[in-house]
């Protein structure tokens, strides 16, 4: 067998493989043979027909098998005798094929990037000297009373951390706010509707506003939606509300007893605390692991420049694109101005893809150089935990996975978690002061 390699662009090649004239009949030979063993033919017991009968019949399947048998068997033997780290399947042209002849085709097939991995112990990380203090507790159980409160009907003005209950409508430039954004009804037109005077939760400056309102007043409300508003097409729009204030609440937030802290599951108010403080302390090291892990996995991006396989990175920005597209339908954005901005998106999905795709292979590269290994039983233990998750049956959750290659990102999944770990454990951190009116919570 003769094999040629021509480079077509990083990660791409053509390899051109020729295979000798006497392989070429010797597998045409044996796969007319198998056909003749299962042929049936009027007259004839099985497997007994005359070759030429067999041939003449079936020649264009013993031809297809034969090429297909060859092809495989040499197209292997070939990526391994280069010692190609081949991607995904190969393009196969150029096929000659006859009997008497040598069988020549050529394969162009993407490979893996070939690189000096950097320096990956010690990587820099800065985290901030953060801990759970009795004052992050309070805050947190004070948050917990809030959600217990209790609302009174009060005869009076409206003061802040009270509850006005109002009727409103809302326009811009003297149109209703849903011509601008179809799906912002909630934002045009409510009734009855609990405004938390203490809260910055809805638009911001509407609360404010009705400040020393009482029931029956009429108020008229200008607001600015801000620049990240959650909904688009209003962001950094101005608008009006006409305001009708139905009812004046006060606020009154639950004891704070062991009659309250049970209605958190908790024995008595001490272990409401300690549960609290765990709690939080959970969500700091969740928090603080995932600013380390972001820092050294940019530091690593940083350490080496390859190239990529030009289908990895355009599978990978199909993913970013639909996952982008995803995320602004759920967020109300319309199909139109989605389709105004697709440059925009694909410039970004595919600035993203690329890191995705080169963070995948220095991990799986430093995966192989470590001999990090993924067992079935991890694979298991995964699918399991996220059978409970979707409430679905472990068995059946591993079926629908098989059925897309979805073990593989599991397994995947794994890897790199395992990778990011050995990267975490052994990066160089610098603890620096917290930022000002920082906390954990």
């Given at each position: 067998m003769n094999v040629t390699v021509e480079n077509l662009a990083p990660c791409k090649k053509l390899v051109r493989v020729?295979?000798?004239?006497?392989k070429v009949d010797e597998t045409l030979d044996s796969v007319t043979k198998d056909f003749q063993r299962e042929a049936a033919f009027p007259g004839f017991r099985p497997g007994k027909?005359?070759?030429?009968?067999?041939?003449r019949k079936y020649s264009k399947d013993i031809e297809d098998e034969s090429k297909r048998k060859l092809i495989s068997t040499a197209y292997k033997e070939a990526i391994e005798a280069q010692k190609f780290d081949v991607l995904g399947?190969?393009?196969?042209?150029?096929?000659?094929?006859?009997?008497?002849?040598p069988l020549q085709f050529a394969a162009t097939i993407e490979t893996a990037p070939e690189f000096q991995l950097p320096e990956y112990k010690g990587l820099p990380a800065k985290v901030e000297a953060r801990s759970v203090t009795d004052a992050d507790v309070d805050r947190a159980v004070e948050l917990l009373r809030d959600q217990q409160s209790s609302f009174n009907k009060v005869e009076r003005a409206v003061q802040t951390d009270d509850i006005a209950v109002v009727n409103y409508t809302g326009t811009s430039e003297g149109k209703p706010l849903t011509e601008?954004?179809?799906?912002?009804?909630?934002?045009?037109?409510?009734?009855?509707?609990?405004?938390?005077?203490?809260?910055?939760?809805?638009?911001?400056?509407?609360?404010?506003?009705?400040?020393?309102?009482?029931?029956?007043?009429?108020?008229?409300v200008q607001v600015e939606f801000p620049a990240?508003?959650?909904?688009?097409?209003?962001?950094?729009?101005?608008?009006?509300?006409?305001?009708?204030?139905?009812?004046?609440?006060?606020?009154?937030?639950?004891?704070?007893?062991?009659?309250?802290?049970?209605?958190?599951?908790?024995?008595?108010?001490?272990?409401?605390?300690?549960?609290?403080?765990?709690?939080?302390?959970?969500?700091?090291?969740?928090?603080?692991?995932?600013?380390?892990?972001?820092?050294?996995?940019?530091?690593?991006?940083?350490?080496?420049?390859?190239?990529?396989?030009?289908?990895?990175?355009?599978?990978?920005?199909?993913?970013?694109?639909?996952e982008i597209v995803q995320e602004n339908t759920k967020r109300g954005i319309s199909r139109q101005l989605i389709e105004d901005q697709k440059e925009q998106i694909f410039s970004a999905a595919t600035s993203n893809a690329k890191?995705?795709?080169?963070?995948?292979?220095?991990?799986?590269?430093?995966?192989?150089?470590?001999?990090?290994?993924?067992?079935?039983?991890?694979?298991?233990?995964?699918?399991?935990?996220?059978?409970?998750?979707?409430?679905?049956?472990?068995?059946?959750?591993?079926?629908?996975?098989?059925?897309?290659?979805?073990?593989?990102?599991?397994?995947?999944?794994?890897?790199n978690e395992k990778v990011i770990d050995l990267l975490q454990q052994n990066a160089k951190l610098e603890e620096v002061p917290l930022a000002e009116g920082g906390n954990p919570s």
């Open positions: 020729e295979v000798e004239a006497q027909a005359p070759r030429e009968m067999v041939v399947y190969p393009d196969i042209e150029e096929i000659q094929f006859a009997r008497g002849q601008i954004a179809p799906t912002a009804k909630g934002l045009t037109e409510h009734k009855n509707f609990w405004v938390d005077t203490g809260s910055k939760s809805f638009i911001p400056g509407f609360a404010e506003q009705l400040l020393g309102a009482n029931a029956g007043d009429k108020r008229t990240d508003f959650v909904t688009p097409q209003l962001a950094g729009k101005k608008a009006t509300y006409e305001v009708d204030v139905v009812e004046v609440k006060e606020k009154v937030p639950a004891p704070l007893d062991d009659g309250f802290a049970k209605n958190y599951g908790a024995e008595n108010l001490e272990k409401l605390r300690a549960g609290v403080r765990k709690d939080l302390e959970n969500e700091l090291k969740f928090k603080r692991d995932k600013t380390i892990r972001n820092q050294i996995i940019r530091a690593l991006l940083d350490r080496v420049q390859f190239d990529l396989p030009e289908s990895a990175v355009a599978q990978q920005t199909r993913n970013v694109v639909y890191e995705r795709v080169k963070v995948a292979f220095l991990l799986r590269n430093i995966a192989e150089k470590e001999d990090i290994k993924v067992s079935e039983a991890e694979i298991a233990n995964r699918i399991n935990s996220l059978a409970a998750i979707y409430q679905i049956p472990p068995q059946q959750f591993a079926k629908d996975l098989q059925k897309r290659n979805g073990l593989i990102e599991i397994f995947d999944q794994i890897m």
